[in-house]
Nanobody, 125 residues
């Protein structure tokens, strides 16, 4: 069992930055691939970034490439999402999720076994 707690969301102006953190419980964090998803009102939840258990392989949604960076610190049981050059269309609830497969990092919702409660990110124009 893995429990995930996101933090770091908030209100930011367009062009600004935020860093989301997701702290995981348990001793098996390093065996999980991790993903960051987001869901805007009226839209489906989508994967914006994912990272393999070692951190050596990453995935990014095209619209966030060059602006978002996913990373992890297995010693701290934490995965991060650094978000720069934020746009109003990035506004959503952001969720982290854990995939016990570990590798490769996957982008489908059904691949993930555990989910956090979400953190709101609002980007004003």
């Amino acid at each position: 069992q893995v429990q995930l707690v996101e933090s770091g969301g908030g209100l930011v102006q367009a062009g600004g930055s935020l860093r989301l953190s997701c702290a995981a419980s348990g001793r098996t964090f390093s065996s999980y691939a991790m993903g960051w998803f987001r869901q805007a009102p009226g839209k489906e939840r989508e994967c914006v970034a994912a990272i393999s258990r070692s951190g050596g392989t990453t995935y990014y949604k095209n619209s966030v490439k060059g602006r978002f960076t996913i990373s992890r610190d297995n010693a701290k049981n934490t995965v991060y999402l650094q978000m720069n050059s934020l746009k109003p269309e990035d506004t959503a609830v952001y969720y982290c999720a854990a995939d016990r497969t570990g590798f490769p990092p996957r982008i489908t919702l059904g691949a993930y076994d555990y989910w956090g409660q979400g953190t709101q990110v609002t980007v004003s124009s």
